[in-house]
């Protein structure tokens, strides 16, 4: 048996580096598991999802419990604190606590950490980790609208508008150019998505804690980084491997549309509701300050609005005013009330306007309130479809209509849909292959090297019966350590590599009889 030395650490200090008293964890680890990768092995309807790790923890001294101030970890049990689940060339002894030299396996943000009291046996707690994708989803991404950008600068711009660090980042250039590109207020993995099914590439986390983004060409000319077979005394063998229902996978109606935008004069977009008309308005103390936000679109919107390009700073007497009653009546004091409107928070959907009264004895009523700028218009669309009859008088329809707006025209969306429809219209294989890591050496290194999109190969033309023997992509890794590290299962969801983004053809790169679709 094959076994290897493991550690979890937390970042309790949150100060970067896993050294402080009670970071490393792992004399108290009863089991380990975690997974990453997509929802779905295909490439096309799958979406990567935030890794999670869990860890079941020995809690019979209670210092994994939030409530119990006698805990050495009083006041540092929080979220988002930084965690790691790490391996290394040493022989595991069977018991936990070794100090070795680390390589990350999962890398992420402290999620939760619930007490698991049991009457008659040990108590436990359960700690639970995210990856980056789940960290940064907490937050909504804000910017301007970007014109004529890669989808790898689109992706930045997500990232760098959620602060997530450059350096945690590894970013293909991308292929295509997105001519208006803004995030539309939606929660960062969305906004994430969009992009990637605009390439037709994959966000996905890495094993040391990155975001990266594959353009669609990243799988082409990918070589096999080992093969699994059920052949008696294959080196790397398998425990089971299941075959999903083909049928299921298949799409043979593929749809998309181009959006076509138009940018506008500078007009006014929006409009306080409180301005005095209503017997209301937005009232300010001496010397307060309040901070107000105009949106795009909204409520008066004229059809087509989708967001803004630049907004206008708001100017005394054409976009706000002020009065000492609500009905904005009794006389101008309108130089007591200054407006600012930072360029840092002027986004594509909103502006902040902060309003504040000098006034040393007044309350001051904004009895008008407006924001101006430059509308960007959707003003037409155009909906493109590739349909394969053959397959739709086979299988019935069977349709995917692509959710980005930011197809840069009708060649490039026509030529999305056609190659999805080529690839996915008829059954594919989708695999869930499990192994023991610690059956030999070769299966070990499997399990530690092995990462989201490496080829692989497949042999089940033995025992398993399947009539398999090809490459296949990794596309989701499940990983669940227990008995001290002398049980590690491995669990791979796989697609094929002769369909997905790995059928592209392209001269001089291109292999005969595997890549078989034209590249776009």
């Not at 048996?1 to 792992?26: E, P, S």
């Not at 790490?86 to 680390?102: C, G, K, N, Y």
């Amino acid at each position: 048996m094959v076994t290897q030395a493991y550690k979890i650490l937390v970042d309790w200090d949150n100060n970067g580096n896993f050294t402080g008293t009670y970071d490393n964890i792992t004399a108290d680890v009863l089991s380990v598991q975690f997974r990453r990768g997509r929802d779905f092995a295909s490439t096309m309807e799958g979406n990567s999802t935030a890794g999670v790790l869990k860890v079941r923890l020995n809690n019979e001294s209670g210092k994994y419990s939030p409530s119990n101030t006698s805990s050495v970890l009083t006041g540092n049990i929080k979220p988002s604190k930084p965690v790691k689940f790490t391996t290394s060339s040493a022989v595991f002894p069977s018991t936990f606590p070794i100090t070795f030299d680390e390589n990350p396996m999962f890398t992420g943000r402290l999620e939760s950490l619930s007490p698991q009291p049991v009457s008659q046996t040990l108590d436990e707690a359960e700690l639970v980790a995210v990856g980056p994708l789940g960290y940064i989803n907490q937050f909504v991404p804000k910017g301007s609208i970007n014109t004529n950008i890669y989808t790898s600068q689109a992706v930045n711009a997500i990232l760098d508008a959620v602060g997530w660090s450059a350096t945690e980042r590894d970013i293909d250039t991308g292929n295509t150019v997105i001519p208006k590109y803004w995030f539309d207020s939606r929660r960062t993995i969305d906004a994430l998505r969009l992009v990637e099914e605009t390439e037709g590439g994959f966000i996905k986390e890495t094993f040391d804690g990155k975001i990266a983004f594959e353009n669609r060409l990243a799988r082409t000319n990918k070589t096999s980084q080992g093969t699994f077979s059920d052949a008696s005394g294959a080196s790397i063998s398998y425990l089971t491997i299941q075959q999903e229902d083909p049928l299921q996978s298949i799409v043979n109606t593929i749809r998309a549309s181009v959006r076509f935008y138009s940018t506008q004069t500078i007009a006014t977009v929006w409009t306080s509701a409180e301005n005095g008309t209503n017997s209301n308005s937005i009232a300010l103390v001496p010397n307060e300050t309040k901070e107000v936000y105009a949106r795009y679109p909204n409520g008066t919107t004229q059809a087509g609005g989708v967001a803004i390009e630049s907004w206008t700073t708001p100017v005394v007497n054409t976009d706000f005013t002020a009065d000492t009653t609500i009905s904005g009546t009794s006389g101008n004091m309108n130089s007591y009330l200054t407006v600012s409107a930072p360029t840092a928070d002027k986004h594509a959907n909103r502006m902040k306007i902060i309003l504040t009264n000098t006034h040393p004895t007044a309350t001051l009523y904004v009895s008008k309130l407006q924001a101006r700028g430059t509308a960007l218009l959707q003003t037409d669309f155009i909906d493109v479809e590739s349909v394969d009859s053959d397959s739709v008088t086979a299988y019935g329809e069977r349709s995917y209509t692509a959710s980005t707006p930011f197809f840069p025209n009708v060649f490039e969306a026509q030529r999305w849909a056609n190659y999805h429809k080529q690839v996915f219209s008829s059954p594919i294989n989708y695999l869930t292959m499990t192994f023991s890591a610690n059956a030999n050496d070769a299966s070990m290194e499997q399990a530690l090297n092995r990462e989201v999109s490496d080829k692989i190969t497949i042999t089940a033309t033995s025992n398993a019966n399947l009539g398999i023997n090809s490459d296949f992509f990794i596309e989701e890794i499940k990983h669940h350590v227990s008995r001290g590290g002398t049980r590690h299962m491995v669990t791979f969801v796989l697609s094929p590599a002769i369909g997905g983004y790995s059928q592209f053809w392209e001269l001089g790169v291109g292999k005969l009889g595997e890549s078989t679709v034209p590249a776009y």
